[in-house]
């Protein structure tokens, strides 16, 4: 294989509970700075509309395509980046945790639901049952949402499917109580993205929001940010700010095949 170097922007962007239109705004904002700065990719946040577990979702979500993914398209292809980007779906009387992803053009090439999803929070999301790979400006890229790639499996599996880079909308979040001088979060995180990627050759790059949970077991738990980008020999290639919006830039090593 030969190897490529993408830079990456990772969009630690704030999402207020409930509140669609303003963290829509925030990340056409994203958007904008990441392409002004030279970024190839940008990964923005889980559940970026309505934030993840929040009950504004039952009303609000939106099918994929919909009018919030097709503003998300539209910037996109303006700015010319690569772009996924965690959306709540509406799919029938389902909600799903998604993700979509956009080549530089513009076009919605893909979308991938989350599998791993918190107990309490899959009396909200419906449970993703596909894994896909596609095609893209910048090569082969897979989808991961958050605990997902807490599953060794979804991550090699996608490697196997012919992934050379997985872009992983995340929403990161501590107990009230968390003391980051004591404990730094993330620990759990570069050992998995590491391993992932020094057993299958796969890059992975994951975008945390910042703000509070709304909802759920894990209600007012703040949301820290700490997005991350693992090479693909599992080397770090950036890791953001905690607890305070960032739009993190990195460039990232992968391994890119003739596909």
């Known amino acids: 294989m030969n190897g490529r170097c993408v830079r990456v922007a990772l969009g630690q962007i704030l999402v207020e509970p ?9 990340a056409l904002a994203a958007i904008d700075a990441a392409a ?25 979500a939106e099918p994929i395509p919909g009018p919030r993914a097709a503003l998300l398209a539209a910037r996109a292809g303006a700015a010319g980046i690569v772009l996924t980007a965690g959306l709540s779906e509406r799919a029938g009387d389902q909600i799903y945790n998604a993700a979509i992803l956009i080549d530089r053009d513009g076009t919605i090439i893909g979308q991938h639901r989350k599998i791993n999803e918190l107990d309490f929070a899959r009396s909200l999301y419906t449970t993703g049952a596909k894994l896909e790979v596609f095609d893209t400006s910048i090569g082969r890229v ?15 599996a996608l490697a196997a499917m012919g992934a050379e880079i997985i872009l992983s909308p995340s929403a990161w979040a501590v107990p009230d109580d968390h003391d980051e001088v004591i404990t730094p979060y993330g620990g759990e995180w570069p ?3 590491g391993s992932l990627a020094r057993q299958c050759g796969v890059a992975v790059a994951a975008a945390s929001n910042v703000g509070r949970i709304e909802g759920g077991a894990w209600d007012g738990r703040p949301i820290i940010g700490r997005s991350l980008a693992v090479h693909g020999d599992g080397s770090i290639a950036g890791l953001a700010a905690f607890g305070q919006e960032d739009l993190f830039f990195c ?6 095949g003739s596909g």
């Open 18 to 26: 409930g509140r669609a239109d303003d963290n829509i705004g925030r």
């Open 36 to 60: 002004a700065a030279g970024a190839e990719v940008l990964v923005l946040p889980e559940c970026l509309d309505f934030g993840w577990a929040s009950d504004a979702a039952r009303s609000g």
């Open 142 to 156: 897979g989808i991961a949402i958050c605990a997902d790639l807490l599953i060794p499996e979804i991550g090699a």
């Open 191 to 193: 050992s998995a993205y």
């Open 251 to 256: 460039a990232l090593r992968y391994r890119r």
